[in-house]
């Protein structure tokens, strides 16, 4: 059983940088960053893989978000740049039993309790 621990949310501006870490109890494969805005399902936002050596992002985050790991402190990242309020959501990181893993909830084993970041217009 893994744990993972989400750290990093807060409230910024409109243009405005965060970023989130994800520590995980032992060690992972696969992990990815989804999203949840209230009212709406839960969405993929990016994925690496076990090595760090592969990553891949929703559409509406390419090019702001960059996904990043570092396995020798089980922590994974989510860097988030020229934030919008669209942005706004609890962010959840997930564990996938594989080295790699794409954009669907059902490839991930282990969440996070979420960490929420509302960003202001």
């Known amino acids: 059983q893994v744990q993972l621990v989400e750290s990093g949310g807060g409230l910024v501006q409109a243009g405005g940088s965060l970023r989130l870490s994800c520590t995980a109890s032992g060690r992972t494969y696969a992990m990815g960053w989804f999203r949840q805005a209230p009212g709406k399902e839960r969405e993929f936002t990016a994925a690496?893989?076990?090595?760090?050596?592969?990553?891949s992002y929703a559409d509406s985050v390419k090019g702001r978000f960059t996904i990043s790991r570092d396995n020798a402190k089980n922590t994974m990242y989510l860097q988030m740049n020229s934030l919008k309020p669209e942005d706004t959501a609890v962010y959840y990181c997930?564990?996938?039993?594989?080295?790699?893993?794409?954009?669907?909830?059902?490839?991930?084993?282990?969440w996070g309790q979420g960490t929420q970041v509302t960003v202001s217009s």
């Open positions: 690496i893989t076990w090595t760090g050596g592969t990553t």
């Open positions: 997930a564990a996938a039993p594989r080295a790699i893993a794409g954009p669907r909830t059902t490839e991930y084993d282990y």
